[in-house]
């Protein structure tokens, strides 16, 4: 007996697979039956049109009796030997032909070689063994016909046979495996679902009986049974019970923010991630957009960050990352909100702005910060920056244009020789102390 709903799957699988292999074998062997029994009927079908051949040739030497006419009649001979010599065809009566086509050449070289003088009488009697064997050839051409027929009738009936008989068979036990799942499967999950519901009308003595049930849904009534138990232990009235599900599910709501928090959460930096940082972005927009205030991206990109990686390793890129993350947080108001657009690159958003005006210095400001050199290992690493500046509403009206501007701006500080300061026009001079970074 299969206690087992995943046995029983398992054997449903099993069963039709087999089913398949049956019916896909049954199905090749009719079609290669079909397929020789085709091939052998247009043999025969050649056999029986190279013999009237050879009766016609026959026929018009026995009018002419010319030496034309006897090379005719040799040639048909020759080439429905040659066809014979092709047959894959085992009959006897197969053979019989084969046999009676070498009587019949033999009867051809003697009448060439001895019989042409003979009298009319003689070569009336010859004319007449040829008839005689040709009319026999055909008899037994047309007996291989028939007997091919039946054959291959006799095979295509005994594959179909074996076919449906097996169908049957394996279709009985498809459905039986099948029903039998469906009964156990309901009768486990209504003993479930029943004891479920009792226990919500705070019945805390309900257990499952899982002596029945497959063995999915005993594992099922063992992990209820001690639930309940456990639930009688620590339950004693009914307010106890709701405060302790309102507890649980506090908890659960607790783990369902943090692992939002996760999802939205770069784990190297602590940042916003991209995702997050666009939801955000479009939530301050649309903020600004009901309050009129203002808002600037600042994109920021780490110039020799690669090096870094090259030189010193990941480890050291990976400090970079967390240290340049930190310096950004501090450097932002509550309002404000930082993200790590990806790799090296990230996103910084001054929000809820009456002005843009003090921008371009606290882009300085940045600038100056991000750029310190950050000890590792008791080696100094150089950071250089560069960073690219958009505004809202006065550049553009939504985030990906924006976030464009700004990545746009940040390639033209890349560009800038000298360490210039720029957002859409040279603003200020930053001086060597930056080492190259730039603003845009």
């Known amino acids: 007996m299969i206690d087992s709903l995943a046995k029983k799957i398992s054997v449903l699988a099993t069963v039709s697979i087999l089913l398949t292999v049956l019916l896909s074998g049954s199905l090749y062997k009719i079609f290669h039956f079909q397929n020789k029994s085709e091939r052998d009927l247009m043999y025969l079908n050649q056999v029986q049109i190279s013999l009237d051949q050879l009766r016609s040739q026959l026929w018009s030497y026995s009018q002419h009796r010319d030496d034309i006419s006897l090379r005719e009649v040799e040639l048909s001979q020759q080439q429905f030997a040659n066809l014979l010599s092709q047959s894959q065809i085992t009959n006897k009566s197969m053979y019989a032909v084969e046999k009676m086509n070498q009587t019949l050449a033999s009867l051809l070289d003697q009448y060439k070689y ?12 010859l004319q007449s063994r040829y008839s005689m064997l040709i009319q026999t050839m055909t008899e037994e051409v ?31 036990l498809v459905c039986a495996v099948a029903i039998l799942s469906i009964f156990h499967f309901h009768k486990g999950l209504m003993s479930v679902r029943e004891g479920m519901e009792d226990l919500s009308k705070g019945k805390l003595d309900r257990t499952i009986n899982a002596h029945t049930l497959d063995h999915e849904f005993q594992q099922l009534a063992g992990s209820f049974n001690e639930m309940a138990s456990s639930l009688r232990q620590s339950t004693v009235t009914k307010v106890e019970l709701e405060e302790e599900i309102e507890k649980q599910t506090r908890d659960l709501k607790l783990k369902q923010t943090k692992l939002e928090l996760l999802s939205e959460t770069d784990p190297l930096t602590d940042l916003l991630n991209r995702r997050a940082f666009d939801r955000t972005l479009n939530e ?10 203002s808002l600037a991206i600042l994109f920021v990109d780490l110039d020799n960050f690669k090096q870094i990686n ?5 480890d050291a890129g990976d400090a970079v990352l967390k240290e340049v993350s930190r ?8 309002s404000d909100f930082v993200g790590r657009h990806g790799g090296d690159e990230f996103i910084l958003c001054y929000d809820l702005l009456s002005s843009v005006n003090a921008i371009k210095s606290k882009a300085s400001e940045l600038l100056t910060t991000l750029c310190q050199p950050l000890e590792f290992k008791g080696k100094l690493l150089n950071i250089q920056v560069s960073i690219g500046i958009s505004y809202y509403p006065n550049q553009a009206q939504d985030k990906d244009t924006l976030i464009a501007l700004a990545d746009n701006a940040m390639y033209k500080a890349k560009q800038v020789d000298g360490g210039a300061c720029y957002d859409q026009k040279v603003i200020a001079a930053v001086g060597a102390k930056k080492r190259n970074s730039k603003v845009i």
């Not at 301050?284 to 205030?293: D, E, H, P, Q, V």
């Open 114 to 125: 001895g019989f042409s003088t003979a009298s009319t009488q003689a070569q009336n009697l």
């Open 142 to 172: 047309a007996r291989v016909h028939q007997d091919c027929l039946a054959e291959n009738r006799a095979r295509l009936n005994q594959i179909v046979y074996y076919a449906a008989f097996g169908l049957v068979v394996f279709t009985l």
């Open 284 to 293: 301050s927009i649309i903020r600004a957009k009901r309050t009129n205030l």
């Open 310 to 314: 090259d030189k010193h390793g990941h």
């Open 327 to 334: 310096r950004l947080k501090e450097s932002i108001r509550r």
